[in-house]
């Protein structure tokens, strides 16, 4: 079956930098838009991120000038770049592939500590 598989959390001090990847399977990749979602504890899910299959791409106003999505067709990943990370930045990230049908990853864990 489908499957998104994210990588790259992790415990980092403010102000550091992660990349998170998320590779999938079972998905002609380069067709959907791929998107980095997000939800700290007590809060509703928010996008975070996303690259459409053209290579446009969409930002929170929260990340924007400090986070970078990326896709790479060939490998099947999608990246997300997020550099001066805050406090807030604290969260569980999950992948999505949307195209018509919607699939998620299982999330890894982002930890920024002040």
């Known amino acids: 079956q489908v499957q998104l598989v994210e990588s790259g959390g992790g415990l980092v001090q403010s102000g550091g930098s992660l990349r998170l990847s998320c590779t999938a399977s079972?998905?002609?990749?380069?067709?959907?838009?791929m998107g980095w979602y997000r939800q700290a504890p007590g809060k509703q899910s928010e996008l975070v991120a996303d690259?459409?299959?053209?290579?446009?791409?969409n930002y929170a106003d929260s990340v924007k000038g400090r986070f970078t999505i990326s896709r790479d067709n060939a490998k099947s990943t999608v990246y997300l770049q997020m550099n001066s990370l805050k406090p807030e930045d604290t969260a569980v990230y999950y992948c999505?592939?949307?195209?018509?049908?919607?699939?998620w990853g299982q999330g890894t864990q982002v930890t920024v500590s002040s």
């Open positions: 079972k998905i002609i990749f380069s067709i959907y838009t």
């Open positions: 690259i459409s299959s053209g290579g446009s791409t």
């Open positions: 999505r592939a949307d195209r018509v049908i919607q699939y």
